[in-house]
Structure formats: structure tokens, C-alpha cells
């Protein structure tokens, strides 16, 4: 998966590059056949207005054709917050893709459960 990287607030080094992009490439084994077109991820260094601390936060933004499937998360230490995000966008593809598959399902399984002589609506 090709992985656009954006650090706000903080530098991107060399090892955080090849950090967030080991974690991606472990979700492709979940994506299966679906098209990635765009894998954004951004990692920041929030504001210290509201919290003490350096607090970081990781957002990926992965596009599926006319599906976004988005997750952010924070966390006191960097590499801990892209560990968050990466186990949590994992959860929202097995449901996207559970999702998708549930849908396909329903319209074969309609197909062979059409019942002669009742109206087009009332159809099993």
C-alpha cells in the first residue's frame, strides 16, 4: 500500500517514516482484493493548550473508491498512538468488508427465494 506520511508539529524522521509504514503494510492481509486509491496517515503533536504534556495524536484516512474509512487516535507517546491505529482500522475493515459481503449475500440468497404469484413488493 502506497502511504502518504504528514507530521505536524514534529519531525518526520526516517524511523517514524518506516514505523508507520510497517504497520500499514500489515493491514493489507485484511483489505484482501479491496482498492486502496489514497492511504493517508498524519501524525501531530497536539497543542499543550488543554493537556498536560506531550500528547500525540495518528489519523489515517484510507479512500475505497466512494468509501473513507477514517480512524484517529491519542496517546502520550507517539508510536504507541500509530500502535492505536492501526489495531482500531483493523477492527473498522473486518467490519466494512463483513459489511459489504452481508450485502452481496442478501441479494443472491433473494434471487432464489422468489415466490409465484405474490405483487413485486411482497416478494421474500
Known sequence: MKLNIKATNLELTPKLKDYAQL??????????????????IEV???????????????????SL?????????TEKDLFKAIDKVKDHLELVIKKYKDKKIGRKKQKKIKRYFVIPGLPAGRQA
Open 23 to 40: 504497520k500499514m503494510d500489515m493491514l493489507d492481509k485484511y483489505l484482501g482484493k479491496l482498492k486502496v486509491i489514497n492511504a493517508h
Open 44 to 62: 501531530s503533536k497536539t497543542s499543550n493548550h488543554h493537556l498536560k504534556g506531550e500528547i500525540y495524536s495518528a489519523e489515517v484516512n484510507l
Open 65 to 73: 473508491g466512494s468509501d473513507l474509512l477514517r480512524v484517529e487516535k
